[in-house]
Every structure is written in structure tokens, then in C-alpha cells.
């Protein structure tokens, strides 16, 4: 009995030596991010058929920050968070969708395929990829920012803007990030300076004309912030040119709302190239330069890199058809091309 237990595990030690068993899971297409680019590939893919691995760090993507979203077709008002919600909700609920919050590491690519390696050290693969991995907020890079983020210096004003009751702050920038921040910033705190280095706006009108006037928020224009300066926590900025006869302005807190910068790394190390925006660089398909791997969202520049909702769920739908297209002209997955070439 016990010669024929250990004859067994000689001969399964054998065999596993021989034939090695992966335990790695291989999916049709794996989604990295998990915002509404994400969200909306993985419901396409799912409907496709395709197993798909849906992973991302923050669940809602940077779409959560947005307190009111006025475009989103078919709702007049929500929020960027019950939104990321609803499309969070819908895509999981098909069997086809694996989903994780996760860190992926990296991605690389193995003969036809691709393998994903989680923080964990655990890694998947993928037939095709699709980089849905938004964008990260743009910093000032002036003295004092770093030193004083998390006291008083902030990258969200629709999230932080609680903090800031009764006090003056400084919003910076003059898209619509900066613009809806200030307010909703001015609808808690006592003061509120946008400040913008051009004369005119960038945001959409519907939200300069939110804060035009308000009596708690004043622009100021064709400045420059050049130094955050403080304490224990945020006291003061400088300016580049005088305002009120200074260039020193008290401010309780800063909030940076000056844009964002596409996260491409996991993408560039892939091997994908960029655009002149620094944005993947992407065809019709939304196919970037590496075969097999697609972007959709902030992170790829193919819709005239105007970042809203809709563009975003735009190409999800895109590269859940180009995933699809892509693997049945190569015979991978049953059926043929549908739509979109
Ligand atoms: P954005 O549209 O790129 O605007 C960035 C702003 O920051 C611009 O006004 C720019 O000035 C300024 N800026 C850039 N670098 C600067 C620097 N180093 N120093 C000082 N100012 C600087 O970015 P965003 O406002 O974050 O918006 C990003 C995308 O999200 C847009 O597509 C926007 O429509 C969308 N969004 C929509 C909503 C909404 O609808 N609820 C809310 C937020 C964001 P210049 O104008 O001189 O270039």
C-alpha cells in the first residue's frame, strides 16, 4: 500500500515534469482600468462572448471626482459616482467577466499572446489588451506643492472641498475641472480665488457661468502661481505679477485643477507608441501600434483627446468590437467580423 501511494506521487512528480501544468488563466481580452472606458469594453466584450478579465486599481476611475456630469445622455443631472456605479454594476453582472481591483505591474507580450503580472506576483494572460487606464492629475511643479500636498494642497476640489468651510482657498487652472471645483468649493468655503494663467476660460460656458459673479469667487487672470508657501500647512502663494497690490495672497489651501497626464506607462513598456499629446497613438480600431492591443479612453488620443463620459464609453464600445473583430478574423473566438472593420 505504501509503495503504491509513493509509486503514484513518483509518477505524478514525473509527469508534472514533464507536461507542466499552468495554472494561469488565459482570457480573451483582459481591460485594464476601471472607469467608464473600462466598463463599457467589458460589457461589449461580454455580449461578444469573450472571457474577460476586468482589473483596475480604483473602482469608478477618476470619473468618481465629478459631482455633477450634465452631459451624460439620457440623465440631466448625476453624479460622476452613481454613474461609475451603474456601468460598474452592469458589467460585472455577465458570467463572461472576471473582475479585480488589482495593481497590474506589468504586461508583456508571449509569442501570440500576453501576459499580465499583478502586484502580487500573480499573472494572468490575454489573446488582446485593452489599456483603459485613464490619466493621473497634472502638478504645478512650483516650490511648496509637494511639500504641502495633503496639507492644504489638493488635486480634487469636488472631493476636498468639505475641508475647507469658512476658509480662502485658491483654485488653479481654467478647464472645467477648475472651473465646476471652484463651484463647488464657493458653495462651502468663505473666499475663493480662481486663478488662471490666460485671460479666458477653457471650461464649458455652463460652468464659468456658475461662478461668474457668485460674490465669494473672484478671478484672477493672466497669473501665474509660482511658490506655495506655509507653515504646518498652507498659509500663502506668490504670483508672478501683482493682484491687489501684491503678489503675496493668504490662502488656507490650493487646489491644483490644472489637467491630467494619460497613464501610458504599462502601455509604453508594452511597447505602444504615443502621439504627439503623449496619448497612445491609436488607428480607426483604436488599435495602438502593438497588434492585438487596444486603448480607449483618456489614456488614447482617438477622440480628438476631448475627455468626457460619453467619448470614454465611445471607444469602450470600440475596442470591445475591435477586440471581437480582431480575434475572429484570426479564428479565435466563434462567429465573424461584426461592424466596425
Ligand atoms: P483641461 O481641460 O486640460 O484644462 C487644464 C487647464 O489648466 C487649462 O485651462 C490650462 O490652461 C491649465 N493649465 C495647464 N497646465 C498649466 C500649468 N502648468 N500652469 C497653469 N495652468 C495650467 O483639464 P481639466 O479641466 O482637468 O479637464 C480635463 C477633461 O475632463 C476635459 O475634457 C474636461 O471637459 C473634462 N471634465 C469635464 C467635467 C464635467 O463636465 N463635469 C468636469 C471636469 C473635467 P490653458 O487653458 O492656458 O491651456
Known amino acids: 500500500m505504501v509503495y503504491a501511494v509513493w509509486r503514484e506521487n513518483e509518477m505524478l512528480a514525473a509527469y508534472c515534469i514533464l507536461f507542466p501544468v499552468y495554472s494561469v488563466r488565459m482570457y480573451d481580452v483582459a481591460i485594464i482600468g476601471l472607469g467608464c472606458a473600462g466598463y463599457t469594453a467589458a460589457i461589449y466584450a461580454a455580449r461578444y462572448k469573450l472571457t474577460t478579465l476586468l482589473v483596475g486599481e480604483l ?3 477618476t470619473g468618481i471626482a465629478a459631482v455633477e456630469v450634465g452631459n451624460w445622455p439620457g440623465d440631466i443631472e448625476i453624479t460622476g459616482t452613481e454613474l461609475m456605479e451603474r456601468m460598474r454594476k452592469h458589467a460585472v453582472s455577465f458570467d463572461a467577466v472576471t473582475h479585480k481591483v488589482a495593481r497590474i505591474e506589468k504586461v508583456e507580450k508571449e509569442g501570440e499572446t500576453f501576459l499580465l503580472t499583478f502586484q502580487n506576483g500573480e499573472t494572468a494572460q490575454a489573446r488582446t489588451v485593452i489599456f483603459a487606464t485613464g490619466s493621473k492629475h497634472r502638478h504645478l511643479g512650483v516650490p511648496g506643492e509637494e511639500e504641502y500636498a495633503g496639507k492644504g494642497v489638493s488635486y480634487c476640489a469636488t472631493c476636498d472641498a468639505f475641508f ?4 480662502t482657498v485658491a483654485v488653479i487652472g481654467g478647464g472645467d475641472s477648475a472651473v465646476e471645483g471652484a463651484a463647488i468649493v464657493a458653495q462651502v468655503a468663505k473666499k475663493v480665488y480662481l486663478i488662471h494663467r490666460r485671460d479666458a476660460f477653457r471650461a464649458e460656458p455652463y460652468w464659468v457661468d456658475r461662478v461668474k459673479g457668485r460674490p465669494n469667487v473672484e478671478f484672477v487672470l493672466s497669473t501665474n502661481v509660482t511658490k506655495i508657501t506655509g507653515e504646518q500647512t498652507v498659509k500663502a502663494i506668490e504670483l ?3 493682484f491687489n497690490g501684491s503678489k503675496e495672497l493668504s490662502v488656507d489651501g490650493v487646489f491644483v485643477e490644472i489637467g491630467a497626464i494619460p497613464e501610458t506607462k504599462l502601455a509604453a513598456d508594452l511597447g505602444c507608441v504615443l502621439d504627439d499629446r503623449g496619448h497612445l497613438k491609436v488607428d480607426s480600431a483604436l488599435q495602438t501600434t502593438v497588434p492585438g492591443v487596444f486603448a480607449a479612453g483618456d489614456v488614447s488620443g482617438g ?10 464609453a465611445g471607444e469602450g464600445a470600440i475596442v470591445g468590437n475591435s477586440a471581437f473583430n480582431y480575434l475572429s478574423n484570426r479564428g479565435e473566438v466563434a462567429g465573424g467580423s461584426m461592424g466596425g472593420g
Open 59 to 61: 473602482e469608478g476611475g
Open 164 to 167: 475647507y468651510r469658512g476658509k
Open 240 to 242: 508672478n505679477t501683482p
Open 303 to 312: 477622440s480628438n483627446h476631448f475627455a468626457q463620459f460619453a467619448t470614454a
